[in-house]
């Protein structure tokens, strides 16, 4: 045989391990021969390996096998498990306001971000791995959006927040260590390495099938496999950790068997109505298909939904079918069971064995069920897409790369562990000003781009690289703080041109920064407190302007009278503006003209007349044959102690007390308040008071109408005194 066409396959499962020799020519695949050896003991569990002597001695069997046939082997291809790998789906998001257009380096930054934190995911779930001891062996991506809104592109786009959604599968590096280890102790080299699901997916729904929606389901013995195809792509990976081996228990408790009996029973039931069966108590008896199922019905159900449960969770649909491979997939009734679950016709979900490989020849002796369909996968995926190993250096670091896909800067960046978020520089601190009660965010410079050479060489993060390729990579520079001044946070300086009682004036704005006065030009810091006004009411336009002596005519007259406040509008000043009252509360606009009249002034007459107060008191009298009034004041007005007269001004904010004087008669001696009397020069020096006709005293009182006289007696008798009324 031809070493170059003769191919070598390993598929090591939980139960078995299958050996196979295929030869290729011509494009096509010829099976040569076939070695199945089981465990002796649990050696795998759930696809891994846990003992890798047991496994070793059991794949050198198998190669001694062949050898016997077919010369020596030195090399095979074999496959991670399927059931190892993690898929899981990430967003990363970043903000882009103010930012210079998006460029491809920057979109690729953002989707290894988003890989990245896939990778955390992954280990995450398992407490003891770190994100690093995955290895990611591809992504897609599910969708860019701009501001929440899917849009094709991010390139050469603005907006303020662009974010993508990605779906990776890792490896843990474990898997393919335990793997490597097993073939070395057995003799063998790895010649290629593929991934189980893959192995299947590449036989059974070859590219040109991609694009329907449809599930491939391995069944083996510890675990069942899924994949998911759609778009032309392979979309999901998945597990379940249920599968044959659930099956052949459930028999083992339901028959009282042993595992290795209930493992014949179960092959049996694919292939017969009814099977004989004895039990660990010797007593032999024969059981139908029917019966047996109807036994087994739970753990059936739990295999259906297990496995449907996690297509529907990979998918989020229903597919449009679904293919079952690997020896579980004869359990009886279970092609039914997943379509009625999911909600398929029969037709749509069917078992698929190696006649539905393209290209491939068999011996006719060949059992062509659907158990071969993965060990075939592995040889031929396995020489079609080999996965091989690199080894770069970043940052002087040995990387060992796991290699599915044509691998690029931007993976041994995340084989290294390096956190791609961290690499951008930090955004400078913001600060956040406070502009006339608004808060304002000042943003900082943005970061900037990491440096990344290969080989001492500018480089992209997308660029490929070459097994011993050195990479270089440092963080970029953080952005500066924020820096603004006042002037750059107003558009424009306002001002208001007004007339005041026929003057012009300019009104500029009061810039105020914590409560201080400060130029335009003023730098601020963080939480500063800026008031940028133009006065607007009159009030503090004239306070502005320092008029304060127009100011105080508009301020309300009130007096306190008795410690009692009184508020006096007719004396108040009045303020016109464009011709109508107004007060001074109210808003001055650009252009407006503002008049202001003086309050009238008070005397204490004017407020006695106001309080409706009597300040004297008269009474109506003839003297000296004339008519008269005799009055006195019956109130007292002061201010600050002192005594007020009614011509007195009073002023606003005066303290004024106003208090009743005693009452008493009125008497003949009140008579020389109103008059003035000179004595005669003829006179003697005596006189007499009269009044009414008769002599009377000083202190005689007098009432409303009483005649009263004052006789200065001469030498001759016939004088009278000289009376001038004032």
Known sequence: MDEQKKLFALDIGTRTVVGIILEEEGGQ??????????????????????????????????????????GPLNKVCVAAAGRALKTERSKSSITIKGKPMMKKQDILHLELSAVQQAQAIAAEKQAAEKSYYYYCVGYSVLYYRLDGEEIGSLIDQQGDEASVEIIATFLPKVVVESLISALQRAGLEMEALTLEPIAAINVLIPPSMRRLNVALVDIGAGTSDIAITDLGTVTAFGMVPVAGDEITEAISDQLLLDFPLAEKAKRDLHVSDTITVTDILGFQSEISREETIEKISPTLERLTNSICEEILRLNNRPPKAVMLAGGGSLTPGLPERIANRLGLPANRVAIRGIDAIGGLNLPDNTDRGPELVTPIGIAIAAKKAPVQYCTVYVNDQPVRLFEVNNLTVGDCLLA?????????????LAMIINLNGQNITIPGSHGEAPVITRNSLPSALDEEIKSGDIITVSKGRDGLPAEVCIMDLIDEVPEKSITINGKQYTIHPAITCNEKVVPLEQTLADRDKVECRVSETAEEILTILSLNNLLNELKPFRISINEKETFLPRHSGKLYKNGLEVNCHSIVEDGDNLRIEKGNTLTVKELADIKQLALQESIPVIFNSKKIELSRGILEFQREGAVLTEDDVISAGDAITIMKKPRSPFIFQDIFSHVNVDMPASSSGGFILLKNGKKTSFHESVEPGDHLKIVWPSINNKQHSTIKYS
Do not use: T
């Open 29 to 70: 695949y010829h099976v040569k021969d076939i070695v199945i050896r089981e465990h002796a003991e649990r050696a795998m569990l759930d696809g891994q390996i846990h003992d890798v002597p047991a496994v070793s001695k059991i794949i050198a069997e198998i190669r001694d096998d062949l050898e016997v046939k077919h």
């Open 416 to 428: 290294a562990g390096i956190k791609m978020n961290k690499l951008y520089g930090k955004p400078g």
